[in-house]
């Protein structure tokens, strides 16, 4: 496996570890805890897997070597003081030696439970901002934003529809394709809502906000 990891300036102490926070890149839920020294670390940029320093067994240590539940290793990052790491990874499966997703579970609450990637949201939702503020020409979302609360609403509505034709349609006879057509539409109708929003000034986390509140309710 070929990795395009940078080596990051990590000072050292002279115990020569340092701790890393493991993240899952999907949704940033910390996964656990290990020590990384100069070896692990080279290991893990090499290898694109996560490698650490086992203090009890004193010995390079790469994740999954016995379970194969191993980590992939998509950013590194150091902290401000460059002594303590944070792993954005992509997990092969539980990554507790308990069969638990992450080690700062509860024994047993989260066995294995797949995570659904909201995280990259997040991304969609800086390009949106981006276009909302830069409004570089030839974007559609650029276009979008020009033409006001109507069009962008427009746009919703008809996405929306297109959802449940979809879903209706997926009910009558399911196949990979009327699956892959819901998901589709559903993903315009996400688009077309954030974009409403940025038009409106408002954010996913005002969102967010209010369903926690109903939640908690």
């Known amino acids: 496996m070929t990795s395009t990891l940078e080596l990051p300036d990590v000072a050292f102490p002279a115990s020569g570890l340092v701790p890393a926070i493991v993240q899952d890149v999907t949704d940033g839920r910390v996964l656990m805890l290990a020590w990384v020294d100069a070896e692990a670390l080279a290991a893990t940029i090499g290898t694109g897997e996560a490698h650490f320093h086992s203090r009890s067994?004193?010995?390079?240590?790469?994740?999954?070597?016995?379970s194969g539940n191993t980590l992939r290793v998509t950013a590194i990052?150091?902290?401000?003081?460059?002594d303590a790491l944070l792993l954005s990874v992509d997990p092969s499966g539980p990554t507790?030696?308990?069969g638990t997703r992450s080690c700062f579970d509860p024994e047993g609450s989260m066995p294995g439970r797949t995570s659904q990637g909201f995280a990259w949201l997040e991304a969609l939702w800086s390009t949106i901002q981006d276009r909302a503020t830069a409004r570089p020409s030839g974007s559609y979302t650029t276009s979008l934003l020009g033409g006001g609360v109507d069009v962008v609403g427009r746009k919703v509505t008809e996405e929306a529809t297109e959802v449940l034709m979809a879903a209706k349609d997926d009910a009558v006879a399911t196949s990979p394709a009327s699956r892959r057509a819901l998901a589709e539409e559903t993903a315009d109708?996400?688009?077309?809502t954030l974009v409403l929003l940025a038009e409106r000034g408002l954010s996913p986390a005002d969102v967010i906000a209010v369903l926690r509140d109903r939640r908690a309710g």
Do not use: Q, S
């Open 57 to 66: 067994r004193d010995r390079l240590w790469r994740k999954g070597e016995t």
């Open 189 to 192: 109708l996400l688009f077309h």
């Open 96 to 98: 507790c030696h308990r």
């Open 77 to 82: 990052a150091v902290d401000c003081d460059a």
